[in-house]
């Protein structure tokens, strides 16, 4: 079992910038691709980012690509989601996922592991 928890979302005024972290843990955590996705109120859980086992294959999102980085320190057992030129729209509760596969993909339905959420609320 992998436990994961999500921390860092507050709310912050559009152009700032923020950083989530989720903390992994669990005895079966190891070779995992991880991955960021956000729900909005009244909207379906979509894909922000995705993050290989050992880094080397990013995925973004059309809608963060530039202004959002993925990154995961395996020391640490956490993984990031470094947030600037926030906006409106990037509000949404953003969740931390972890699959037991190497590979980085884009579904949720393919991730195994979710953490319970941190909100992030951007004010124009």
């Known amino acids: 079992q992998v436990q994961l928890v999500e921390s860092g979302g507050r709310l912050v005024q559009a152009g700032a910038s923020l950083r989530l972290s989720c903390a992994a843990s669990?005895?079966?955590?190891?070779?995992?691709?991880m991955g960021w996705f956000r729900q909005a109120p009244g909207k379906e859980r979509e894909f922000v980012a995705v993050i290989s086992w050992l880094g080397f294959t990013t995925y973004y999102a059309d809608s963060v690509k530039g202004r959002f980085t993925i990154s995961r320190d395996d020391v640490k057992n956490t993984l990031y989601l470094q947030m600037s030129s926030l906006k409106p729209e990037d509000t949404a509760v953003y969740y931390c996922a972890a699959r037991t596969a190497i590979k980085a993909v884009t579904t949720p339905e393919e991730f195994d592991y979710w953490g319970q959420g941190t909100q992030v609320t951007v004010s124009s």
């Open positions: 669990g005895r079966t955590f190891g070779r995992n691709a």
